[in-house]
């Protein structure tokens, strides 16, 4: 496995708000056993053809089926019994290892066991047996993969709401393991929020999104589990070659304080930590989102034609530049440059001052413009083709 296979496999996602399988899968772990050396000790037993007496399996009751042909993936702890012809159908990689070909990557897979051991035949209650493990997946990733290729309506395209975990959980397993229609389904929920068409698109995915993209506040979390999401999100995309959803990922990324930031788990110096290449883009791109910042309110310091009241607008005007930069203490509203910095309460205030028509219509103009530049230069911000060259990625996938 190559230390960027390791490193992607790595990825974990939380399991709280998954399906009853998936709470099923949980429950049924073993008890006071840690998964590594477990598993290690079971399966250099398996590959031998001597289990250990102590060795126990824990099939997954609703991904356990009976009188079918006896092959067996695991994950974890955590063994699925399904129907080979339904789903190796759907997978070329499946299908390649159902009928032991060559497969390019080593990282998806290995033969835990093959025969007849009796122990075995007793777990499993039929003779002749495969046991193929799937590496770098959790026991909660491979039940809700399973149950998304068994049942059609499991995992759906939107309009279905889903969890952001469940689906991440899908995404990954669909590329690693080429099941088409459902990484398209996966693709379709996060493309709905992290949009590369237009910023009329990014404006408007509150409505569009099909699960929930509220970000936690940086002071009242020390590890943000949304950050966590959103670092999955470019992880994954950056794994699995989805560049165009990348550049508003990287954009929500750094709404979060600097110290947020470096405070995760994930930046620090240790396995499963990011890539030296997102943390450089993820550096690059803050210190850029407070050049965007200064770009986009540029409207409060430019001369303004056809002003009727000269000394008023512009007084209006610099007392809010000021407040901007002296007052507004969230770093978050400075770096979000598309939204908070400035938003439709603001242009109320204008109004509610006496600043004229005129200037009011003009500064308008001039705020919507400056975000269509910013917004044109995003992808540049993180070191990644402009928009253009995304799309056409996208479409020729």
């Known amino acids: 496995m190559s230390s960027t296979d390791s490193y992607y496999s790595s990825l974990e996602f939380s399991s709280d708000s998954f399906s009853d399988i998936s709470r099923s899968v949980l429950a049924h772990s073993a008890p006071g056993s840690d998964d590594a050396d477990f598993l290690a000790n079971a399966f250099d037993q398996l590959e031998t053809g001597s289990p250990s007496a102590g060795f ?3 099939p997954v009751d609703d991904l356990w ?20 012809t339904l789903f190796f159908a759907k997978s070329s990689v499946f299908s390649d290892i159902y009928h032991k070909r060559d497969v390019s990557s ?8 093959h025969g007849n051991d ?17 590496l770098g997946v959790t026991a909660v990733e491979a039940a809700t993969f399973l149950s998304a290729l068994i049942d ?19 995404f990954k397993l669909a590329s690693k393991y080429e099941v088409r229609f459902l990484r398209r389904r996966a693709l379709a929920h996060l493309e709905r929020v992290y949009p590369c068409s237009d910023i009329d698109d990014w404006d408007r995915r509150e409505d569009f999104s099909t699960f929930s993209i509220e970000r936690q506040e940086f002071h009242c979390h020390p590890v943000s589990s949304t950050l966590t999401g959103t670092l999955n999100i470019i992880e994954l995309c950056t794994a699995y070659n989805v560049p165009w959803i990348l550049p508003t990922a990287f954009y929500e990324c750094c709404l979060y304080d600097m110290k947020t930031l470096l405070a995760h788990p994930k930046w620090k110096d240790c396995p499963g930590s990011l890539p030296n290449d997102i943390k450089t883009r993820i550096i690059c791109g803050y210190l850029a989102h407070k050049e965007e910042s200064s770009r986009v309110l540029a409207f409060l310091h ?24 002296t007052v507004r203490e969230q770093p978050r509203e400075m770096q979000d440059f598309l939204g908070k910095v400035w938003d439709m309460s603001d242009w109320d205030e204008f109004v509610s001052q006496g600043m004229c028509n005129s200037c009011l219509s003009c500064c308008k103009a001039l705020h919507r413009a400056f975000r269509q530049v910013s917004w044109d230069n995003l992808p540049a911000m993180y070191g990644l083709p402009n928009w253009d060259k995304l799309r056409a990625q996208r479409q020729a996938l």
């Open 56 to 58: 126990q399996f824990n």
């Open 65 to 84: 089926f009976h009188n079918i042909e006896n092959v067996v993936l695991q994950a974890e702890d955590h063994f699925f019994r399904v129907p080979p």
């Open 106 to 113: 080593t990282s998806f897979f290995t033969y835990a066991y």
């Open 118 to 134: 009796p122990k075995i035949i007793e777990q499993l209650g039929a003779p002749g047996c495969t046991i193929i493990k799937m």
């Open 152 to 170: 059609p309506e499991y995992f759906e395209g939107p309009p279905a709401r889903e969890t952001l975990e469940f689906i991440l959980a899908i």
């Open 302 to 325: 430019t001369d303004l034609p056809h002003c009727e009241n000269e000394q008023v607008c512009s007084n209006i005007r610099r007392v809010e530049l000021r407040k901007l930069c």
